[in-house]
């Protein structure tokens, strides 16, 4: 270990009724207005066998700790050993090693956004680190076997949920789900990133696997796009309204139906393409299946600017989404242009949400956006995503987009989580945009009406997805 263990003399949480509220107008709006609307979590990547199956989780690692990327990198940056981390390490050994990071997270979310899970489903008030593990690893795993996931669901109001869906996947427990859970909608969302990395070496395991699942033999480009409408209708056909890509950027290279054609055949016949044709491929694919979601009143989502799975050997060793993914540097505005154009001027232009990792970038994305929105089209510069998602970003974000767009039309906050216990993030959401426009009517910055901007907060935190996206 790089540390030694330090503790806090007070174990009591800092977490009270006004955390973050640095006003009265901003203690009004939050507790008047903010705090009681449902939520609309409209990109996780929960899982929805467990919501179906509804079981207890086993222990509060395998609910807390086990998909967690983010504190996998602060235990990682501690010097922790990566077998007490991700490996067999016990269970209270993996728990006792969290909570001697916790004192070091300081300033970072994750001090935040851990009180306030403990206080929100254990009503733990009390400060995790080394001296308290002992106490709350015991009290949180007698709290979390009684807990099932639905209901833990419903805790925070939770009405409408969209997961994350390869085109390969059955969606049997979404089918199960709206046959049997009423009260909390489970939708799939349609992620075919798989589809566009055409230079992955398991490319053609992945293409023959979604031709087996369509019983389609995959053969042709042409065939490849029969394939995806099929996968899109049968998405559609059990509530999907969504679709997503997570991407360097958005890919606006010239092609013909001939080179493409020939890319798609050459790499099934294992040639891999080059950089030229592979920029090729992603642009036609990404084209013509948003011509698909045009066509099928759809909104698109496009998560840009991650560069992903930087370190090798823990991506041999663990697989992807293991907590070794940066923000990226890639060039965003002129291909952003040109892809929204050319739907634009073909007239295939859905409703959009584009996400940006990169704080350097807010502005370009924030004005882009406003270029193509239209009566037709609502285009929605989105919410703080993955390292943005704190205190800092969430404020830059909402600033770049009142500065650029309309905050009051803005579809607000979601998890972007594996973890059942990450809906408190909903919570700090409406914490800072409730402080914020508190504290811009304290200093003299907006009119002093609150039924006028309690009922934007509500609108921001429910009411604008739930118009936008009509599930």
Not at 201 to 212: A, D, H, P, R, T
Not at 442 to 457: E, V
Request: hydrophobic share 35%.
């Amino acid at each position: 270990m790089h540390y030694l263990d330090i503790s806090f003399k007070s174990t009591k949480s800092f977490i009270n009724d006004d955390f973050l509220l640095q006003n009265k107008i901003s203690k009004i709006l939050y507790h008047d207005y903010a705090k009681s609307m449902p939520i609309i979590d409209y990109h996780n990547h929960l899982s929805p066998k467990i919501i179906y199956d509804n079981k207890p989780f086993s222990n509060i690692n395998s609910a807390w700790l086990d998909e967690d990327h983010y504190k996998w990198r602060v235990m990682r940056a501690l010097g922790i050993d990566e077998n007490e981390i991700t490996g067999d390490a016990p269970e209270k050994l993996k728990f006792k090693r969290w909570a001697q990071a916790v004192p070091y997270t300081v300033r970072n979310p994750l001090f935040h956004w851990t009180h306030l899970e403990l206080k929100r489903y254990f009503n733990i008030n009390t400060l995790l680190q080394p001296s308290t593990a002992d106490k709350i690893f015991y009290q949180t795993n007698e709290l979390i076997s009684k807990m099932e996931p639905v209901e833990m669901l419903k805790k925070f109001n939770v009405k409408t949920l969209c997961t994350t869906d390869d085109p390969t996947d059955d969606l049997e427990y979404h089918i199960k789900l709206s046959k049997n859970e009423k009260s909390l909608k489970v939708f799939p969302g349609f992620r075919p990133d798989n589809v566009l990395n055409i230079c992955d070496e398991n490319y053609i395991e992945y293409i023959n696997k979604l031709g087996s699942i369509d019983d389609t033999k995959i053969d042709s480009y042409e065939s490849l796009l029969n394939s995806l409408s099929n996968r899109i209708n049968f998405f559609h056909t059990n509530g999907c309204r969504i679709s997503d890509h997570g991407l360097e950027s958005l890919y606006s290279q010239q092609y013909s139906m001939l080179e493409i054609e020939k890319i798609f055949k050459n790499r099934l016949s294992g040639r891999i393409p080059n950089s030229k044709e592979d920029l090729q491929f992603k642009s036609c694919v990404l084209f013509d299946l948003c011509k698909i979601y045009f066509k099928k009143g759809w909104t698109q989502q496009f998560h840009l600017g991650a560069i992903r799975n930087n370190n090798i050997s823990l991506l041999k060793k663990l697989g992807s989404d293991i907590g070794c993914d940066s923000i990226g540097d890639f060039t965003q505005a002129k291909a952003m242009s040109d892809f929204f154009n050319n739907l634009n001027t073909k007239g295939v232009l859905t409703n959009t949400i584009v996400y940006n990792l990169n704080p350097a970038m807010n502005e370009i994305f924030a004005t882009m956006v406003g270029n193509f929105s239209s009566s037709k089209v609502s285009m929605q510069f989105g919410t703080a995503w993955w390292y943005l998602d704190q205190k800092d970003g969430i404020e830059k974000q909402i600033n770049t987009l009142s500065n650029f767009g309309v905050l009051s039309n803005f579809i607000g906050m979601l998890t972007d989580s594996r973890s059942f216990l990450s809906f408190p993030r909903h919570e700090y959401f409406r914490r800072i945009i409730c402080n914020m426009i508190g504290k811009d009517i304290k200093d003299g910055l907006l009119p002093n009406d609150t039924a006028f901007f309690g009922k934007m907060i509500q609108n921001i935190c429910y009411s604008n997805a739930e118009n936008f996206f009509k599930f």
